[in-house]
T-cell receptor, first 112, second 113 residues
Framework: QQQVKQSPQSLIVQKGGIPIINCAYE??????FPWYQQFPGKGPALLIA?????SEKKEGRFTISFNKSAKQFSLHIMDSQPGDSATYFC???????????FGAGTRLTVKP | KAGVTQTPRYLIKTRGQQVTLSCSPI?????VSWYQQTPGQGLQFLFE???????NKGNFPGRFSGRQFSNSRSEMNVSTLELGDSALYLC????????????FGPGTRLTVL
């Protein structure tokens, strides 16, 4: 069922670093690409989302870069903090359809 | 505004039993989706309900079913439980079928022995 490939599986950065998580999709009908953050024992929380008509979207320290021709998108976390340590999931869906396809997740650790 | 609530939070069942999980969406949200999260398969879409009607269904066997009530609350049922059904079951609500901004509940951790 997985149609979104996410890498890396895990990532360790120092405080202040800029972790980058990448995702690639197959279905060109996808037109909504969210990123979720999940802490242990909690459900995923929406961080930021993008649609394919823009190449970049920034919200606070989080930026999505989108490359429609390559069918890839990535999450950058600026000035990362230990509190950002969590699992991050990319996802994709077709508009008007809540059948979200998730990547496998990236476990991010930000060391103080 | 209260978030998505799921009950129970933890559940232990044995193989062959059935289980019902409940989800109350955010007030005003009419769409409820269910997902299964496991370490091996990740997050997988089960089904979505909107206005008491199932709109979409993922690739799960018929043992997995759900329903939605007129107040948008939703339940999912798993019959004849198997060991592989052990997972975190997540419910997500949104205003409607689009623009897809889904808010997740904390999940129900189901363990099948």
């Amino acid at each position: 069922q997985q149609q979104v490939k996410q890498s890396p599986q895990s990532l360790i950065v120092q405080k202040g670093g800029i972790p980058i998580i990448n995702c690639a999709y197959e279905n060109t009908a996808f037109d909504y690409f969210p990123w979720y953050q999940q802490f242990p024992g909690k459900g995923p929380a929406l961080l930021i989302a993008i649609r394919p008509d823009v190449s970049e979207k920034k919200e606070g320290r989080f930026t999505i870069s989108f490359n429609k021709s390559a069918k890839q998108f990535s999450l950058h976390i600026m000035d990362s903090q230990p509190g950002d340590s969590a699992t991050y999931f990319c996802a994709a869906s077709i508009d008007n359809n809540n059948d979200m396809r998730f990547g496998a997740g990236t476990r991010l650790t930000v060391k103080p | 505004k209260a978030g998505v609530t799921q009950t129970p939070r933890y559940l232990i069942k044995t193989r062959g039993q059935q289980v019902t999980l409940s989800c109350s969406p955010i007030s005003g949200h009419r769409s409820v989706s269910w997902y299964q999260q496991t370490p091996g398969q990740g997050l997988q879409f089960l089904f979505e309900y909107f206005s008491e009607t199932q709109r979409n269904k993922g690739n799960f066997p018929g043992r997995f079913s759900g329903r939605q009530f007129s107040n948008s609350r939703s339940e999912m049922n798993v019959s004849t439980l198997e060991l592989g059904d052990s997972a975190l079951y997540l419910c997500a609500s949104s205003l409607g079928p689009g623009p897809n901004e889904q808010f997740f509940g904390p999940g129900t951790r189901l363990t099948v022995l």
